[in-house]
Each structure stands twice: as structure tokens, then as C-alpha cells.
């Protein structure tokens, strides 16, 4: 990811983060039109401060304070906020993005890396998750998205997601599982983020979302069986897949 050094006025920003942020050089690392995500270097210290809408950004640090418990997503330092804005401090992660870093030069290897990556996610224990109905609050988000009612087959697709399958159950969820999204070395797993879409659902919702960055950030559909084939496919549901292509469209 390029960053530049960008000027930010730090007496403006809460009491609360400024024995973090002073005496330090930020960079903007912005990849959203809703958010500004800064690289903050100080003399020993680095981490990320995300500015964001007011009550934009909690979903985010709780999620990842979860899964920092997990070892799987950096510290959440803090979470402030004032009467616009939500301020989210997090950890800088050694190691660079999945589109980053050299991780495309070899496509295979990345494909397997993320399948594997994913996979692990999905293993953890559900227990203590503090978003348990990630699906139902996004079927319900789609269906508030259109308040002239969603066509009968939509809502049959969609309600296959608010319960798991016989064969499955739901998993920890990253949400928005795109390469921008984790954080590598060598194709080595370091941490997750960008996890305010995360909680406990369905691991289609994950797969979608990992066939996607595939093909978009690598300009081409022939990697997504080597993803698959990583991940595994025993638990793999073409259905289920399809029903969160189309949650994904009516979120838009």
C-alpha cells in the first residue's frame, strides 16, 4: 500500500489519544471514501488510527479486541469519540497486505496462504464472540436497504443464512475477507483486520468474499479452486454460496 506523509492538526483529536499520537509522523494509508486510516510512527511505537462518522467504527474495535484474544488481530488500544467523529487506535502489525509486499508475484502460493488463513479463522471457538447473529443483522440490514420488500426467491436465498446448515454450523466470521485485509510475511500469517463486518455466521459468507479479492485483485478467475482446495471443501455449499453472492448484491 503507498502512504504519503500527511499533515493532521493533533491538538484536535481527543484528550484520551494523545500520549499515543504526540511527537509522531502520520501517514495516510486511506483506502475508503468513509474513513481516514493513518500510520502513526513515534520513536517506539507504531500503530493505526482510524477517523471515521461517529458510531462507525465500534463494531470494529470490539471485534478486533476478540480476536487480538485469539492472537489473530493486533491490540485495539483505544476507542474514542467525540460529537462527530469515532477515533479507533489499533496495533501495526509487522508484515504487509495480501496485495502488498511481493505476495502477488506468486499467485498459487497466495491462494493456498489465504484459503489456509481463512480456514483457521473459521476453526476458532465460537464462545464469547460479542456479535453471535452477524447473518440475521445483515439479512435484516438488506431488507431495511429495501423497504419496497425483496423478491421471493431473494428471501428464500437469504433465509438459508439466519440458520446454519444440518451438516454445519456457524462459524467466527472475518466479514470482509479481502486481501487489503490481512496482514502476511512471506505468505505467513500475521493478523487480521478491517472487522467490523465480523462476528459469528456463516463461513460462505467468508468464501464469497475470498473468491472475490481473488479475482478482482488478481485480474483473473483461475485461482479460486486452489483458494477452495486450501480451505477445504468438505463443508463447501454451492447453495449457500450463491445465497451470500446475493446478500452481498442487495447490501451493495
Not at 493486533?74 to 462527530?84: F, G, K, M, R, T
Not at 496485495?99 to 491462494?111: E, K, M, N, T, W
Not at 465480523?198 to 478482482?216: A, M, S, V
Request: hydrophobic residues 35%; charged residues 30%.
Amino acid at each position: 500500500m503507498k502512504r504519503h506523509e500527511a499533515q493532521v492538526d493533533i491538538a484536535t483529536m481527543p484528550q484520551e489519544l494523545q500520549p499515543w499520537i504526540r511527537d509522531s509522523v502520520f501517514q495516510d494509508s486511506s483506502c475508503s471514501e468513509q474513513a481516514r486510516t493513518y500510520l502513526v510512527q513515534g520513536s517506539e511505537r507504531k500503530a493505526f488510527l482510524k477517523i471515521s462518522a461517529r458510531g462507525s467504527l465500534e463494531k470494529e474495535y470490539v471485534m478486533m479486541g476478540f480476536l487480538h484474544g485469539h492472537g489473530m488481530a493486533p491490540e485495539a488500544v483505544a476507542y474514542v469519540q467525540d460529537d462527530q467523529f469515532d477515533y479507533f487506535l489499533s496495533e501495526a502489525a509487522e508484515g504487509e497486505d495480501g496485495v502488498s509486499g511481493g505476495h502477488r508475484d506468486d499467485p498459487d502460493r497466495l491462494a493456498e496462504a489465504f484459503g489456509r488463513h481463512l480456514r483457521m479463522l473459521h476453526e476458532l471457538p465460537v464462545t464469547g464472540c460479542p456479535y453471535p447473529e452477524r447473518m440475521a443483522e445483515m439479512v435484516r440490514e438488506a431488507g431495511d436497504k429495501h423497504p419496497e420488500g425483496l423478491q421471493e426467491a431473494d428471501n428464500r436465498l437469504l433465509a438459508l443464512l439466519e440458520q446454519p446448515s444440518p451438516r454445519d454450523s456457524f462459524v467466527i466470521i472475518h466479514g470482509d475477507y479481502c486481501l487489503p485485509n490481512i496482514i502476511m510475511e512471506d505468505y505467513q500469517f500475521r493478523a487480521f483486520f478491517d472487522l467490523d463486518y465480523g462476528g459469528i455466521g456463516d463461513r460462505h459468507w467468508d468464501l464469497y468474499w475470498g473468491l472475490w479479492t481473488l479475482g478482482y485483485n488478481l485480474k483473473t478467475d483461475r485461482y479460486g479452486d486452489r483458494f477452495l482446495d486450501a480451505y477445504g471443501r468438505a463443508e463447501f455449499d454451492p447453495r449457500r454460496l450463491e445465497a451470500c453472492s446475493r446478500l452481498a448484491q442487495l447490501l451493495g
